[in-house]
């Protein structure tokens, strides 16, 4: 049995980061512009709709030149490149799960204080102010889905994933927006933040056999285990292990090492109850769940 391209773990992997980021840039879009509608200032619409524009076309941009640069890489060089870029990846993903686990409940207040401020200073720092906060959440997503499409497959599939996670994303902010959906961020942003760290480990894994196969460590030939008896490497699962986790039947045990060393402390780091994490400011003075209206 095998799955449909459509349906393979690298799609799923790709779709999970175009769902998780997706919906944070449009909890943000979706705030600024239920804030500027309440306080009856339609007319500052387009300067948010400006930044927004110029920060897509930024993270597109930022995706053309990590893709041309691989291109004009030789052998070599391109497994530096892709082993530079999934380490940078598993370091975004990592502060970005725990940041909004702890930032979600006061974003719209704070962003609502950054765009009142704006609003004073004139046109040009509401449109700075909106581009700002919307590429950060589009550099992420790019430079992460870069890192985690790698090797996995030349069609177009992951492109397809994470459009229909995007594509997904803005539905769910729209419905949040006209208040017809209500979700439970923190569950959203837990069980996604799992899920994350999980692919998050596999492109850090899949990072350091770039740097073995670069050539800038050593190892390669030391295989810390063999199941391909066991996963069979044209089965449907392990397609989906490999294109969503990166787990392989023939790791090298550096590899395998860096599996381990971030998945295990990240998740129990992770899963800690808030209450036996270190208190932050925002856990002092809890506010509302974030809602875009």
Known sequence: ??????????????????????????????????????????????????????????????????????????SQQHEFFDAVTSLAATVFVTFMVFWMRTAARRMSGELREKLSEALKLGAGAVVVMAFLTVAREGLETTLLWFAAVQGATTSATPLTGISLGLLTAVALGWGIYRSALRINLTKFFTWTGLLLILVAAGIFKYGIHDLQESGVVGGLATHAFDISGVLDPSAWYSALLSGMFNITAQPTVLETVAWVVYAVPVLVLFLLPAGRRPASPAAKSPTPPVTAA
Do not use: Q
């Not at 799955?3 to 799609?11: A, D, Y």
């Not at 779709?15 to 500052?44: H, M, N, P, Q």
């Not at 524009?53 to 995706?63: C, N, R």
């Open 1 to 74: 049995m095998r799955l449909t391209p459509i349906l393979g773990g690298e799609v799923f992997a790709s779709y999970l980061i175009g769902l998780r980021e997706g919906l944070e840039a449009t909890l943000v879009v979706s705030i600024l512009v239920a804030f500027l509608v309440k306080s009856d200032r339609r007319d500052r619409l387009p300067l948010v709709w400006a930044g927004v524009g110029a920060a897509v076309v930024l993270s597109v941009g930022f995706g053309a030149l990590l893709t041309f640069t691989a291109a004009h890489l030789n």
